[in-house]
């Protein structure tokens, strides 16, 4: 009895191994692997960057009044909010899950492999992140992040946040060097196969991180520590031309790929272009003309439109469009003149980033110029800041004149005409010497260079100088602002409300996250 006792418990040992054995074979699924492939990672991450801009700049934009609601006293032409919603906390989602852990899967796959390009790739889409992020929310949680053992997490003020910027950027240049040292290729087929924004060229990557540096040390302008010589190290270091401008491909075969800003999405019919950039298109607050004049500036018929009279109007504060029942007058689509109906029909035949295909534009050339005129103008080097102002506006010409689509960075449309550009860096609009030269001429041409894309760049511009009406002379304070603001200006975004307002509320407190005006209060990197 006793020896059959331990035969049978051999057997049912025996037979439990074999279970086992067949119950792991059985759940390793080939087509469903466990650990991913950095190459299958990159992609949707790059996409989610995309997405965060769009749908966060819809917000953004209307502060920044690079457009408005043809409806009067829309919640966000008012600097308000919407309580209880989600709403303009895109980008929150897409720091902690767009990036986020797919990034720690991302390094999971790529160090043990010694696909460096990946690991570095990995620390500069995060370095983007919390500066992206940094200059919206102000408090954020990056030493306690991504940790999966935490159900709660205590967030960091703004200098660590914009610290954890330039330590992400450090290593990723440590990393993408190495990457190039090992196997001496400058362009990557390995990266190439899940990178939609450089496409494995690794140098591009390393003018994107330097990209990122320079964003980070110009926004902290305020500060009596701001290095005007660092901004222009690092961008010089950076982009060159608009070859190497950051943007994420877009298929646009159908909505799922699609360019936000596109006719297939159907998105942007809501936002009508501001009476800021109306008038500086047509010229009349660089001129100080009271009469608009359509034939400065070529970029006018390429970014806005005119009504079906053929005059450009644009929405001014929280009024709305006054014309909003006029088919006539009314301020129409941004896909062409007197155009009031989505042209879904040509999905590709739009202007400037207008088509389904339209690339995902995360920075530009001409803004990193921007940045190095604004930096050498405070600096006192009127000259250096003359000749970026002026690259600037010929990159942003450029720009508008070969808008990148699908796998081109930038385009070869030449919707301008060479003549067009000469006549206008000729004329009234441009400073013809350095002396000339103001913070506001240079300020306003990286507003209109940032057109559409570039509204949370706009935004910290316009925060960083206290909204001031002798910068941004297009600028008009709201009429009525949201009732919580207690008759001050929105500065910050609020986190994410159904991840931090529904299970991190302990934590918000410690910095004032549940005040009714907390978007008011002024972020860490605008401070003295």
């Not at 439990?16 to 990159?42: F, R």
Request: contains cysteine; charged residues 20%; proline residues 5%.
């Amino acid at each position: 009895m006793k020896k059959f006792r331990y035969t049978l418990l051999a057997t049912l040992a025996l037979l439990s191994a074999s279970s086992c054995k067949k119950y792991i074979d059985v759940n390793t699924n080939p087509n469903a692997p466990v650990t991913a492939d950095a190459s299958a990672l990159l992609p949707p991450i790059q996409a989610g960057m995309a997405r965060g801009v769009w749908f966060d700049s819809r917000y953004i934009g209307q502060y920044a009044q690079v457009w408005g609601s043809s409806a009067a006293n829309n919640v966000w032409d008012e600097e308000g909010y919407l309580p209880a919603t989600d709403n303009n906390g895109e980008m929150w989602r897409t720091v902690y899950f767009s990036l986020g852990q797919n990034i720690t899967l991302l390094w999971q796959d790529a160090l043990p492999k010694k696909k460096w390009d990946y690991v570095a790739v990995g620390y500069a889409l995060r370095a983007w992140g919390w500066q992206t992020g940094g200059d919206l929310y102000d408090h954020m949680i990056v030493k306690e992040a991504f940790d999966p053992s935490r159900l709660t997490f205590d967030y960091d003020d703004g200098s660590v946040v914009y610290a954890e910027v330039v330590k992400d950027c450090q290593i990723a240049l440590n990393y993408m060097n190495l990457a190039i040292k090992t196997d001496g290729q400058t362009i990557s087929p390995t990266l190439a196969k899940g990178d939609y924004m450089y496409y494995g060229d690794r140098k591009k990557w390393i003018k994107f991180i330097y990209a990122i540096l320079a964003q980070n040390a110009l926004h902290l302008s305020n500060k009596a520590s701001f290095s005007p010589d660092n901004v222009k190290k690092y961008a010089d270091s950076s982009f060159v031309n608009n070859g190497d401008n950051a943007s994420v491909e877009c298929k646009g075969s159908q909505s799922g790929d699609s360019n936000f800003w596109g006719p297939s999405r159907g998105n942007i019919g809501a936002y009508k272009q501001s009476d800021f950039i109306v008038r500086l298109l047509d010229g009349r607050i660089f001129t100080g003309s009271t009469i608009p004049n359509y034939t400065l500036d070529p970029r006018i018929k390429q970014i806005i439109s005119a009504s079906k009279d053929g005059v450009y109007r644009g929405v001014i504060g929280t009024n709305g469009d006054p014309n909003a029942v006029d088919a006539t007058t009314l301020v129409p689509y941004l896909f062409g003149d007197g155009v009031t109906t989505y042209p879904t029909t040509a999905p590709f035949g739009q202007r400037y980033i207008y088509n389904d295909n339209s690339r995902g534009v995360l920075m530009t050339y001409s803004e990193i110029k921007f940045f190095v005129a604004e930096a050498m103008f405070k600096k006192g080097d009127l000259a250096g800041a003359y000749a970026a102002y002026l690259d600037g506006i010929k990159g942003s010409l450029d720009f508008v004149s070969n808008p990148p689509q699908a796998t081109a960075l930038a385009g070869n449309q030449k919707f301008i005409t060479d003549a067009a550009i000469t006549a206008y860096l000729q004329g009234p609009c441009v400073k013809q010497s350095a002396s000339a030269l103001t913070l506001a001429d240079i300020m306003q041409q990286k507003f209109i260079s940032l057109y559409v894309w570039g509204s949370l760049e706009a935004w910290a511009d316009e925060r960083r100088y206290n909204y001031d009406t002798n910068i941004f002379q297009g600028f008009s304070k709201p009429g009525t602002l949201y009732p919580d603001n207690g008759g001050k200006q929105v500065y910050l975004v609020r986190p994410r409300y159904n991840s931090e307002y529904i299970w991190n509320v302990p934590a918000l407190k410690t910095f004032g996250g549940l005040d009714p005006d907390y978007h008011t209060k002024k972020p860490w990197f605008i401070l003295p």
